[in-house]
């Protein structure tokens, strides 16, 4: 692997980014620099427009940056012979499923990515049946993907990404053409996949699927306006608001609770919360 100078233990680094479409007056990335480590589970969140899926696109090499770097895997992005390396080692989920849908059978839509990685018959079998199973579709393989749900759809394409073994995962908003139930369909297999050790990117307009985060970045017109744990970052409610961002509700609750004297710890998800309350109750 070629010598970039990256941090070792980071799975994708950005070095003061620039970034503008043309066209633009103001750039769409800013001066962005953070490092993701292996493993790690980010939520990216920030109003429309403040770049959000710019980063995304940068991280698997659809767009490089204008002046800095941005090294995934290692590798730099702007380097045209490593792309193909990249595109397989950082899978990116369209918010749009019918944008990534190539074929009229689901498993030969899963098989699509695999088998530009030229592996064997068997293998690319393997890994389809591995990841349809991943996203609880396997019943459904031999299904029209057109005549799928929203919610099935990109459940889909999520095991055509899976069946790459990428390293990472970059999912662009990927409930928001989906009702409550698909979106906790879609969140329940990326915090599995997450706690396998898969590294992953989340990009979310919903604050309580932040909470799931190790970490959150925010962005504002291009620049990153804060980053830390879930806990750091919805504890700046007036910066937040400034930033058209809710604080997630069980967040507020949780406070709101500590403040009339119920002792419950900084939890975050509603989960975490739920599983607190309960065991408040229960020794009374
Ligand atoms: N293809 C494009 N050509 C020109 N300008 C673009 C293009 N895509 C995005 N932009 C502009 O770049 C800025 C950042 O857009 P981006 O799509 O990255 O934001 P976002 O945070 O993903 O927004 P949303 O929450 O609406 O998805 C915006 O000002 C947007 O208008
Ligand atoms: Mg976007």
Same mark, same amino acid.
């Given at each position: 692997?070629?010598?970039?100078?990256?941090?070792?233990?980071?799975?994708?680094?950005?070095?003061?980014?620039?970034?503008?479409?043309?066209?633009?007056?103001?750039?769409?990335?800013?001066?962005?620099?953070?490092?993701?480590?292996?493993?790690?589970?980010?939520?990216?969140?920030?109003?429309?427009?403040?770049?959000?899926?710019?980063?995304?696109?940068?991280?698997?090499?659809?767009?490089?940056?204008?002046?800095?770097?941005?090294?995934?895997?290692?590798?730099?992005?702007?380097?045209?012979?490593?792309?193909?390396?990249?595109?397989?080692?950082?899978?990116?989920?369209?918010?749009?499923?019918?944008?990534?849908?190539?074929?009229?059978?689901?498993?030969?839509?899963?098989?699509?990515?695999?088998?530009?990685?030229?592996?064997?018959?068997?293998?690319?079998?393997?890994?389809?049946?591995?990841?349809?199973?991943?996203?609880?579709?396997?019943?459904?393989?031999?299904?029209?993907?057109?005549?799928?749900?929203?919610?099935?759809?990109?459940?889909?394409?999520?095991? $055509?990404?899976?069946?790459?073994?990428?390293?990472?995962?970059?999912?662009?908003?990927?409930?928001?053409?989906?009702?409550?139930?698909?979106?906790? $369909?879609?969140?329940?297999?990326?915090?599995?996949?997450?706690?396998?050790?898969?590294?992953?990117?989340?990009?979310?307009?919903?604050?309580?699927?932040?909470?799931?985060?190790?970490?959150?970045?925010?962005?504002?017109?291009?620049?990153?306006?804060?980053?830390?744990?879930?806990?750091?970052?919805?504890?700046?409610?007036?910066?937040?608001?400034?930033?058209?961002?809710?604080?997630?509700?069980?967040?507020?609750?949780?406070?709101?609770?500590?403040?009339?004297?119920?002792?419950?710890?900084?939890?975050?998800?509603?989960?975490?919360?739920?599983?607190?309350?309960?065991?408040?109750?229960?020794?009374?």
């Amino acid at each position: 692997m070629e010598e970039t100078g990256g941090s070792p233990l980071a799975i994708v680094e950005f070095k003061q980014v620039i970034y503008a479409y043309e066209a633009q007056d103001a750039p769409a990335l800013d001066g962005i620099s953070f490092t993701i480590e292996r493993g790690e589970f980010v939520a990216v969140i920030g109003a429309n427009g403040s770049g959000k899926s710019t980063l995304a696109r940068h991280i698997n090499a659809l767009l490089t940056p204008d002046s800095g770097q941005v090294l995934t895997v290692g590798l730099d992005t702007s380097h045209e012979k490593t792309l193909f390396e990249i595109r397989s080692c950082a899978g990116y989920l369209f918010q749009n499923p019918d944008a990534q849908m190539v074929t009229s059978v689901v498993a030969d839509d899963v098989a699509f990515g695999p088998e530009n990685l030229a592996l064997a018959h068997e293998e690319i079998i393997e890994r389809v049946d591995e990841a349809l199973g991943a996203v609880a579709m396997t019943d459904f393989s031999q299904r029209n993907p057109a005549h799928l749900s929203g919610g099935q759809k990109q459940r889909v394409c999520l095991a $055509g990404l899976l069946a790459m073994r990428p390293d990472v995962l970059i999912l662009d908003e990927p409930g928001a053409m989906l009702d409550a139930r698909g979106r906790r $369909g879609i969140r329940r297999i990326v915090r599995e996949l997450s706690r396998e050790g898969m590294t992953v990117i989340l990009i979310t307009h919903f604050m309580e699927e932040a909470t799931l985060a190790e970490r959150v970045l925010v962005l504002e017109q291009g620049r990153l306006a804060m980053m830390g744990t879930p806990v750091e970052v919805f504890s700046h409610k007036d910066r937040l608001r400034e930033l058209a961002l809710d604080v997630p509700f069980s967040l507020l609750l949780a406070e709101e609770l500590r403040s009339r004297g119920i002792e419950v710890p900084e939890t975050v998800t509603p989960e975490e919360l739920k599983e607190e309350l309960c065991r408040l109750y229960l020794s009374r």
